[in-house]
């Protein structure tokens, strides 16, 4: 076990987690809502340091990540437990394993260890990501010291749930994040994941508010967060306070975990969000989920040229000039390009 950090001692040998916005008051020998952190005799431990379930290299665009480091290959790895408990998770075998089937599992690495494989493999970046990258927090922080040292970059996969001390603690070493904006509605996130809407908000903000390079995804799912008003006000929350800039990936939906009585989410949603999110001045929205659909491409948001056209997440073509502009109209393109 790794002693955590964000924690205060209380009374009656309890502690209070302050890694992520539900703020566990934690009694001895009891884990927090995540179940990867355990108070031990008046001090908190993490149970998943340097445990890693998952590890493979991805491109960067299957976090999603469309406008950093494009084309290039990023280590991803993860390991088990979650802050949230969302109905429905695509990725619960991991992401809820302490929950389901108690203890903890994973392979012991160092974080020198990961870096090795990140050079080795070709990786620009290494993902926090499969899982909540809060709840191993420690090891993503001695990890991505080590990789920033190392020339590469770091990116977080995540709820955005972390308080903004965790965010202070990992700057400048975390350079990109894709955050899971689920709803609009703090009775969705209550409903579906245990969880407020308030302090993912506040993490955007935050995150936009250190330059870290963000995008943002919402995973659409029928008859729960697909109503159109709900979809142009994060559109209109994005375009206030992220920015016209930053991405925003509409996702599809399919039925998973404890949410089975939703059918898959249909093709003509996602282009109603995507028409909502540029009628709404957002400069790059993109579907997912469906490869070969319009809207996986970047176009210039000025002139409308095809600038990334993408299949999945390979890239078939790239027409940005070496600085990061239209080549038609001279637009800049915002993002990370080299």
């Avoid at 999603?64 to 429905?88: A, K, W, Y």
Wanted: proline share 6%; glycine share 8%; aromatic share 10%.
């Amino acid at each position: 076990m790794k002693e955590a950090l964000l924690y205060t001692p209380k009374e009656n040998g309890q502690v209070e987690c302050m890694l992520c916005n539900h703020h566990c008051l934690i009694k001895p020998q009891r884990l927090g809502l995540c179940q990867v952190r355990v108070n031990s005799e008046g001090k908190l431990y993490s149970l998943v340091y340097g445990k890693i379930i998952a590890q493979h290299v991805d491109p960067i665009e299957k976090k999603p990540l469309f406008h950093f480091l494009p084309g290039s290959r990023s280590l991803s790895i993860g390991t088990v437990g979650c802050n949230f408990q969302c109905d429905f998770c695509q990725n619960y075998e991991i992401a809820q394993y302490p929950r389901l089937e108690g203890g903890v599992i994973g392979q012991e690495v160092t974080p020198q260890e990961v870096i090795e494989t990140a050079l080795s493999t070709g990786s620009q970046s290494i993902s926090y990501t499969y899982n909540e990258p809060t709840v191993f927090f420690e090891f993503a922080l001695d990890c991505s010291r080590l990789a920033a040292k190392s020339g590469l970059k770091n990116v977080f996969v995540t709820n955005g749930y972390m308080t903004t001390a965790a965010l202070d603690l990992i700057f400048p070493d975390l350079h990109a994040a894709n955050v899971d904006l689920k709803a609009f509605r703090d009775e969705f996130y209550r409903k579906h994941c245990k969880a407020r809407l308030a302090p993912v908000l506040d993490t955007l903000k935050h995150l936009k508010k250190q330059g870290v390079w963000l995008e943002v995804t919402t995973l659409l799912i029928p008859g729960e967060n697909d109503d159109p008003q709900e979809l142009r006000d994060i559109a209109r929350f994005i375009y206030k306070e992220l920015g016209p800039e930053t991405p925003w990936h509409v996702t599809r939906f399919y039925p998973r975990f404890k949410l089975l009585t939703r059918p898959a989410t249909p093709i003509e949603t996602l282009h109603k969000a995507y028409t909502i999110g540029k009628e709404e001045g957002l400069y790059y929205v993109y579907t997912g989920n469906v490869p070969g659909d319009e809207g996986e491409k970047t176009f210039c948001w000025q002139c409308g040229e095809t600038l990334i056209d993408r299949y999945g997440f390979g890239i078939m073509s790239f027409e940005l000039t070496p600085e990061g502009t239209c080549p038609r109209c001279g637009a800049v393109i915002h993002g990370v390009w080299e």
